[in-house]
């Protein structure tokens, strides 16, 4: 079991983070390079993020169905953008049982074009529309620079693909979907993000327009947390998806993709944890209580386990209950199991010692807020409440104190040279043109590049960061992840 310290994130961020992902068993390297084995704790936390979207999903009216994991190559080929983006991050297959296949299969990199195949066979009329289908899976992606979450050459994820009938429809699909994201973002997971708009080169490979949540992570740099794609009528002219509309006339359906991946879960660490490790969301941590029994002997023992055994029938209660543990090690001491439980981000932990016994207390801390701060008593009794009160002040307490330090990182420059100061340690927010030139400037200068033009516009107009030119729109740019 690992004991030796994390290094600390001020002194070597990327460090800290690829440690706490595989000292917390949130994942582990797999034999294949850029290849990720998530581990049930991860997978645990990943479950909770599927159940918290899956929800939204079907309230929004869309249903899961599956695609196949292989795709005729020249499927890919037919949007000419979508192929330029994806070919060199392609996984072929081209022998299939011995044999040298007809024609290459590719692993999925994303599924637009082999649903765009289908959603043409299924589409006919208007009275077909819309289709709203997400599906859960894997996705492979042959990328060069890795890291455990964040980008590896195989990813879970959803990506929900929609068809309509006009192009104001599956624009507002695409915002909709955005708001979703937000939404889980915010209130589930507790990293505050500005949902916006992708710059031209930003956008996704075939799409007419891009949106995208950005959260900023705790050493500042940015984290493109998910994204929804207007793909207009490029994919449906592609695949030929038409349907007769009210006056028999025929059309080319709208769609839309939207996807949110594993990544998330990177975004959740770097944004709360601590140089203790983690700190998981109430809403989302595979574990939200820990309970540690503190004893020195077999007298003591009895006097406590009892009212171990109580407290966690009064937290699991069927219909309102939490999910916790209880760590009854025998092994090792109390003092050991708080550090390895603060590694792992469960937000609060509940001691029971002989004292605790005898005053009919229980202790509580707070994985948010370490040492005496994050401490209380409570009485043994009505426990159900007391620990969904703790868990509501924790979830808030997380998500002000992220965005406390987003708004404390974020400087509006007055020129260039003061934007390339501020990208060294947090996120420039300034007007832009919106030409490529500009962009292209400040990305070779500072490595930084526009995050996203937020839906939320200040209003007014200014002058471009870089050329001076006159500009409606304010963008946040920062270097990402
Ligand atoms: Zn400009």
Same mark, same amino acid.
């Given at each position: 079991m690992p004991t030796d310290k994390l290094p600390s994130r001020k002194e070597d961020f990327a460090e800290w983070y690829n440690q706490l992902v595989i000292k917390a068993e949130l994942a582990d390297y797999a034999p294949v390079r850029g290849c990720m084995v998530v581990r049930p704790y991860g997978w645990a936390l990943w479950e909770n993020i599927q159940q918290a979207l899956d929800r939204r999903f079907k309230v929004t009216g869309h249903v899961n169905a599956a695609f196949p994991l292989f795709i005729p190559m020249s499927f890919l080929e037919k949007e000419k953008e979508h192929v330029e983006g994806f070919s060199p991050e392609l996984a072929i297959v081209t022998i299939g049982g011995g044999e040298k296949l007809e024609e290459p299969l590719v692993v999925r990199p994303t599924s637009e074009t082999i649903i765009g195949y289908m959603y043409s066979k299924w589409i006919k009329s208007y009275r077909d529309l819309p289709v709203l289908i997400n599906q859960w899976g894997n996705v492979v992606r042959w990328e060069l620079r890795t890291k455990l979450f964040l980008r590896t050459l195989e990813f879970y994820w959803q990506e929900g693909h929609t068809a309509h009938a006009t192009s104001q429809e599956a624009e507002e699909e695409t915002l909709r979907m955005l708001n979703v994201y937000a939404d889980f973002a915010i209130n589930d997971g507790a990293v505050p993000v500005i949902p916006g708009y992708k710059s031209e080169s930003e956008k996704f490979a075939g799409a007419v327009r891009s949106t995208t949540i950005e959260a900023m992570m705790g050493d500042t740099r940015a984290l493109q947390a998910g994204t929804s794609h207007f793909l207009g009528q490029n994919f449906a002219k592609a695949f030929d998806i038409r349907f007769l509309d009210r006056n028999n006339d025929l059309q080319y359906v709208w769609t839309t993709s939207w996807g949110l991946s594993t990544r998330f879960i990177g975004a959740i660490i770097m944004t709360h944890g601590d140089d203790q490790g983690l700190v998981l969301p109430p809403k989302l941590a595979p574990i939200q209580v820990v309970v540690v029994p503190i004893y020195k002997n077999d007298e003591e023992k009895s006097l406590v386990m009892p009212v171990v055994e109580d407290i966690k029938r009064q937290l699991t209660d069927?219909?309102? !209950?939490f999910r916790i543990h209880v760590?009854?090690? #025998?092994?090792?001491t109390p003092g050991f199991k708080f550090n390895d439980w603060e590694l792992r981000g469960v937000p609060l932990r509940i001691e029971i010692g002989p004292k605790d016994v005898s005053k009919d207390n229980v202790a509580f801390a707070r994985r948010d807020l370490p !040492?005496? #701060?994050g401490k209380s008593f409570g009485p043994q009794t009505q426990l159900l409440a007391q620990v969904a009160e703790a868990l509501m002040t924790i979830q808030a307490s997380i998500h002000n104190r992220a965005l406390a330090f987003r708004e404390s990182n974020t400087h509006e420059p007055k020129d260039l040279e003061e934007l390339k100061t501020i990208i060294q340690s947090g996120w420039a927010f300034a007007w832009w043109c919106g030409k490529v030139e500009c962009e292209t400037r400040i990305k070779d200068d500072t490595?930084?590049?526009?995050r996203c033009i937020p839906l939320e516009q200040p209003g007014g107009e200014g002058k471009c960061i870089v050329c001076g030119e006159r500009s409606t729109q304010k963008v946040y740019f920062a270097r990402a992840y």
């Open positions: 069927i219909n309102q !209950g760590d009854n090690r #025998e092994e090792v !040492g005496k #701060e490595k930084a590049t526009p």
